[in-house]
């Protein structure tokens, strides 16, 4: 799917035996490509089709990634289609497994809260915080999710105003304050005959909009191709029409840093970086029928790797290594 295509424009099942048939192709990234087509089964309807896809890569030999999302995307999914029984029985494996990822602990707790077990979704959300978070003052970007669902659950209960609440007030940044967006009462004004009313509502749930299609629209980071040191020397030694683009490795590294400077500042959210291999991009260019020296293929390349769920977000989160590899924190690296 192209980054720009509307999502409601998306023959999912289209969509999914598409990166069904890409995950045959690049079998080192088939987790990734297999739970975006499990989830374009899901939009399409087709439920079983996507707890397959989820069985498919748990009963796979080779390790996963993450098979703790793996399966908390199938409890969702099977408790969508009356396997309520099965779907609890995963959601308390997942949650007696501990994952250090947020992102198992926000869809079962999701699922949970879809489902109307609010109490039982806000101690997941809590658990979840307690386990990843160490600093509350200063929380993970990948935890905030946590931090926001927790709010939520809490103002559906009713439950009062906490140091978590406090911390999920502080980080979100939109216009409307999430006191507003998770009123629980909020329901009741679009009923209202009040112009008022029913103006403040538009506003709020335009600011939620907002957000989804920010992150509808692009599904991948826009990405900076980055090869580290013995890449780079090989692959200009096989491919000399590239040494213009390449004219050292230092210089390489500060060209990634100054461009996605420059696309921060204009405005442009979720970059990353994708590293390359000479054999991938070898291949890559076999794919195209274009020869591997010629430099226009070279951000196709970068787009390919991140639709493949190759990308790592810049800039790295406080206190994280830099990504160019040096071992040192960003802030005293390329982020200084």
Request: glycine share 6%.
């Amino acid at each position: 799917m192209r980054p720009d295509t509307p999502a409601e424009n998306v023959d999912h099942n289209a969509e999914a035996a598409r990166l069904e048939r890409a995950a045959g192709l690049y079998p080192e990234d088939v987790e990734h490509l297999l739970l975006q087509a499990a989830a374009h089964r899901e939009l399409a309807g087709d439920r079983p089709a996507a707890t397959a896809l989820y069985d498919r890569l748990l009963s796979a030999p080779e390790p996963l990634d993450n098979p703790h999302l793996v399966r908390a995307l199938k409890a969702s999914n099977l408790w969508e289609y009356d396997h309520e029984a099965e779907a609890r029985a995963i959601i308390e494996g997942v949650r007696a497994a501990a994952p250090r990822d947020p992102a198992p602990w926000v869809i079962v707790a999701e699922s949970l809260e879809s489902h109307d077990e609010l109490e039982a979704a806000e101690e997941t959300f809590t658990a979840g915080l307690r386990l990843l978070v160490a600093d509350a003052a200063n929380p993970p970007q990948s935890t905030h999710p946590l931090l926001y669902g927790r709010h939520r659950v809490r103002r559906m209960l009713g439950a009062p105003h906490d140091e978590w609440d406090t911390v999920a007030d502080t980080l979100h940044s939109s216009r409307v304050s999430l006191d507003e967006l998770h009123d629980p009462k909020r329901i009741w004004s679009l009923g209202s005959d009040n112009p008022a009313e029913l103006e403040a509502e538009i506003s709020r749930l335009r600011a939620e909009l907002g957000a989804y299609r920010e992150a509808l629209s692009r599904p991948f980071p826009v990405a900076v191709l980055h090869w580290p040191a013995p890449e780079l020397a090989e692959l200009v030694a096989a491919y000399p029409t590239l040494t213009a683009e390449y004219s050292s490795h230092e210089e390489h590294l500060r060209t990634i840093e100054a461009s996605l400077r420059e696309l921060s500042a204009s405005g442009t959210a979720n970059l990353g970086i994708v590293t390359g291999t000479v054999p991938s991009y070898e291949a890559f260019a076999a794919s195209e029928g274009t020869s591997p020296g010629d430099v226009t293929l070279l951000p196709q390349y970068a787009t390919t790797l991140a639709a493949r769920g190759r990308a790592v977000a810049w800039p790295p989160e406080r206190g994280a290594e830099c990504w160019c590899g040096s071992g040192r924190a960003y802030e005293g690296c390329h982020g200084g």
